[in-house]
């Protein structure tokens, strides 16, 4: 996991840059003179550090998801997306800014279903999806066989226009692009999507509505985590957390990421572009920490990880995504 790089003298991200493997809403740089042992240090003059400051200007409304797919299906190269080492700063964007729609939705439901943040399972939401397509004249099935058909865009979203769950300030495109965006719920969906292993479904089932919703991570700033869904011992700066506390932090981030299907299979890159934030981290572990905590975490992991890798990993994960 590295931190983007961009041209010398640029200031904006690339478009459809094609470098690296991590990125973050809070960013971080690695020690000044650490050496990494392998291809000099992570950060250098030269490296563009994707920040908030670098969000790119907002864009017409769009259905972002259901282009990205229809476009992919008629690219011979589009299946090799998902397991080819890549970056795309244009994209990751455009995942956070649907991650942020998503978490507003979820707000919504929360609140009109009495579901509290820190105790919302997956039965509750199931439960709410059996409401809505009560709502949408649809009969939800719990085993949720391949064989359902779903619940369509059009009857989704007018049901959950009457029960008051829409953002107001949504446009129809806005809610067009969360409907698909709840059809491939999570990377490793979108991942067998574009590998031509699984179909992109054309309706919503209870298990999709119920994974589209799961680990939606608090992007910052526009959505700080709630303070009551962590305990005042947790509410503390960086520097109140002892040396064991920290390295049983750093230990949880390596071992929840050090897999797929435990770390970045749940995360909601419908795109893959190859960017994870600091926030889909925090939302992937165990219980939540604060943002802090999982930064120092993180530059823990790559500093300790990034010698270790032999010269061969080095130049397919790093240099050979890293350099334009």
Known sequence: MMAARGPKGSASPEPYGNSNQMSSGATFEAAKNYDFGRGGPIMEEGNMLISLNNRPEPQPAQNYVARFYREGANDASFASLAVTPRMDVAQ???????????????????????????????????????????HAGHRSHASDSSNETGLSERPLVQALEALSLWPPELSQDDKSE????????????????????????????????????????????????????????????????????????????????????TGTDKTKDFFVCGLLSLEEIQMGLPRLLPTAVVEDAVIRVIRKGAPLMTDKEWQTLVLAVRTP
């Open 178 to 261: 969360i409907f698909h965006a709840l059809l491939i719920p999570s990377s490793a969906t979108a991942r067998a999507v574009m590998s031509g292993r699984s179909s992109m479904r054309n309706g919503l089932t209870r298990r999709l509505f119920r994974d589209g919703f799961d680990c939606v991570p608090f992007n910052l700033p526009d959505f700080p985590v709630p303070t009551y869904l962590m305990t005042s011992a947790l509410q503390l700066p960086l520097e109140k957390f002892t040396a064991e506390q920290r390295n049983s932090i750093t230990e949880a981030v390596a071992t929840t990421f050090c897999l797929e299907k």
């Open 92 to 134: 990751y964007w455009e995942k956070r800014r649907i991650q942020n729609v998503l978490r507003r939705v979820l707000e919504a439901i929360q609140e009109r279903f009495g579901l509290d943040g820190d105790s919302i399972q997956s039965g509750d939401l199931a439960a709410v999806f059996d409401v809505v397509a009560q």
